[in-house]
């Protein structure tokens, strides 16, 4: 099992990704790291920090496992992609690459957790003409407070660097 | 209501709402006729100086803390969908939720919705809340000052009557 380290205002967090359920996501993920930028803070879905992707490393990743319904866990790591015409009007000054677009890694670090409305957002869910994707591919285990903490701090004080790297097997 | 309800020929009282650091502020109509209790309270709190952080669960919304002994019961509740604008009071009582969403077990609050795809909510779903005024001129201004707090967080948030 592959995993992933999130390194975020001076705090580590150690994930692992679910090779076994989801190996092409994973697949994709991994190839683009490391990613690095400004996090910023979901205003639908609760405790939640999103990193854009960016540049080369856009993903634009298919469906990938079960469909998922209900609330998202602490500790989920969920790759999320929408098209530019699901969204209204531009995506803000984080992404200005994508105006419209969004791909991005969604950490949940807290709890409750909430339904992790933005990561799966029912309402409006394009999921089955594949203009929305939101894939559970990595979950962090036993998350440390600091980093839960740091998370929260970026809602508190604004956007905050965050690095996601490989952890090899040596490190 | 009671013979103490305002004359609703008059004109509705008005609040300024306003971030000082940014100078930037809104004018807001309390709804006196349909939420006239809450009105009544509120008008006499202020001014109010209070921090603003933005919501996270429930779109475009930012809410402050007020003093948890500042207790209203729900008035002219928010039957579904605000609309960009629109300022309302809400309080849950202590332990209503598990663990202590934004750091408090018990909380009053002031929310206000700056743009479409908004719902208040907490992490159990929609909350019943309080609607008592809607921002009736300066909301664009003001709703750019809102979600600026998405990227640099907290700010200090005035509100004040306007006589």
């Known amino acids: ?171 | 209501m009671s013979d103490q309800r305002r004359d609703p020929h008059v004109l509705s009282r008005k609040i300024r709402i306003s971030f000082p650091d940014d100078g930037i502020s809104a004018v807001a109509d309390l709804l006196e006729e349909d939420c006239p209790n809450t009105c009544e309270a509120i008008w006499h709190r202020l001014p109010l100086r209070v921090k603003a952080i933005h919501d996270i669960w429930s779109g475009h919304q930012v809410l402050a803390h007020l003093d948890n002994k500042f207790v209203l019961p729900p008035e002219n509740v928010l039957t579904y969908l605000p609309i960009p604008g629109d300022i309302f009071y809400y309080y849950r009582p202590h332990n209503y939720f598990r663990g202590s969403p934004y750091g408090r077990s018990e909380s009053a609050e002031i929310g206000i919705v700056y743009d479409r795809d908004t719902r208040p909510q907490g992490p159990r779903g929609p909350e019943a809340v309080s609607l008592f005024a809607n921002i009736s001129s300066s909301l664009e201004g003001f709703a750019r000052a809102c979600e600026d707090m998405i990227y640099r967080g907290q700010k200090d948030l005035l509100i004040e009557k306007l006589e």
Not at chain 1, 3 to 23: C, I, N, Q, S, Y
Not at chain 1, 153 to 167: C, P, S, T, Y
Request: hydrophobic residues 40%.
């Open chain 1, 1 to 171: 099992m592959r995993k992933l380290l999130f390194e975020l205002g001076g705090t580590r967090a150690v994930a692992e990704m679910h090779d076994d359920v989801v190996p092409k996501t994973c697949d994709a993920v991994w190839n683009v790291l490391p990613v690095e930028g400004m996090a910023i803070h979901a205003n639908w879905s609760s405790r939640e920090i999103m990193l854009h992707l960016h540049g080369e490393n856009i993903l634009r990743l298919p469906p990938e496992g079960p469909v998922r319904r209900g609330t998202t866990a602490p500790g989920d790591i969920v790759y999320f992609w929408r098209s530019p015409q699901m969204s209204r009007g531009k995506q803000l000054a984080y992404s200005s690459q994508f105006q419209r677009e969004l791909s991005e890694l969604a950490v949940f670090y807290g709890d409750p957790a909430g339904g992790g409305l933005a990561a799966d957002d029912p309402a409006r869910s394009g999921r089955d003409s594949n203009l929305q994707v939101a894939t559970l591919f990595a979950t962090i285990i036993d998350i440390p407070k600091e980093f839960a903490q740091k998370c929260e701090e970026v809602r508190h004080n604004g956007l905050q660097r965050l690095v996601v790297r490989r952890l090899e097997r040596s490190a």
